[in-house]
């Protein structure tokens, strides 16, 4: 049994119905798992929906959950990745007022040296951008700081799995409402594997 917490992220696809979110999130609730990012969006697929969410737990755990989480009616599969199987990124906003750009503190240069942009000025204030993992959007957030920030919100993790294959490879149903019997979903996690 492993019980060493990891951080994985979890990916369920499913039809976009009401209270689809609060069920999925109280399974976590329910398990005394923090969520530490969700993100929700369409997927490639029409009419179906990804979250990527972002917990730090034993792999053993997770299994449960996912598990779990697929029993759900309008879940039509889950899967679950440590850091090294996927892609992702998140992206940082920071508000900060016009006043730090214009005493020329640098900022120009600690927006370049972070791979950052502006994304827009207004009168009072700026926006800047930086798209990243959370470790580079917290160490801009820290030079940025001392400028006087306004504001600062970070995203959810956005991930895609480093397998080649489409998750419409893994679901081989023709039309949305069909339920996956358990054999299938068996097999096509035998695939995964």
């Not at 979110?21 to 329910?30: E, M, P, V």
């Not at 990527?52 to 996912?66: A, G, L, S, Y």
């Not at 214009?102 to 207004?122: F, K, M, P, S, Y």
């Amino acid at each position: 049994m492993n019980v060493t917490k990891k951080e994985f992220t979890i990916s369920v696809f499913s039809e976009n119905h009401v209270g689809v979110l609060h069920r999925i999130t109280t399974i976590f609730t329910r398990r005394g798992i923090n969520i530490e990012s969700i993100t929700v969006s369409e997927s490639e697929i029409h009419g179906v929906h990804r979250f990527n969410i972002v917990v730090t737990e034993t792999e053993d755990h997770i299994k449960k959950v996912v598990k779990q989480i697929e029993k759900q009616i309008e879940v039509l599969r889950s899967f679950y990745y440590p850091l090294s199987k996927i892609i992702y990124q998140e992206i940082a906003l920071y508000k900060l007022p016009i006043k730090a750009v214009q005493n020329g503190a640098g900022i120009e240069q600690i927006i370049r040296d972070n791979h950052a942009r502006i994304l827009t000025v207004e009168k009072d204030f700026l926006v800047i951008e930086k798209t990243g993992h959370k470790g580079e959007t917290q160490a801009l957030f820290e030079q940025l700081e001392p400028f006087g920030l306004l504001e600062f919100v970070r995203s959810g993790r956005v991930a895609l799995a480093k397998s080649a294959k489409s998750f419409k490879d893994y679901l081989k149903v023709p039309e949305l409402g069909k339920r996956i019997t358990e054999q299938e979903v068996r097999e096509m996690a035998e695939k995964i594997d």
